[in-house]
């Protein structure tokens, strides 16, 4: 993903990466050139993954749509997540987490 600049959309939801596989991620997309669209739902990203993914995208001007519904986000750092994405006109996605079934 590094050096990879014609995948432009990647969806690992549901993958529980959890905060080493976020900071993984994050490390590669510092220097991605090509994907726009991020879908990261449900994996356990916490507080070292999200401060890993501010990093980031202050380097990454390439990404313009990033979903992270279902991971534990407190509003400070969802707002500088928004405010990284906002310089390449992109947006956090959000949606609700999908109900049990009963």
Known sequence: LEKNSTL??????????GDEGAKALAAALEKN???TWLHLGFNSIGKEGRKAFVAALEKNNTLTDLVLDGNSICLKDKEAIKTAL???KASLR?????????
């Open 8 to 17: 432009t959309k990647l969806n690992l939801e549901l993958n529980r990466i």
């Open 33 to 35: 050139k090509g994907l």
């Open 86 to 88: 906002e310089r390449n």
């Open 94 to 102: 959000s949606r609700p987490a999908p109900q049990a079934k009963q």
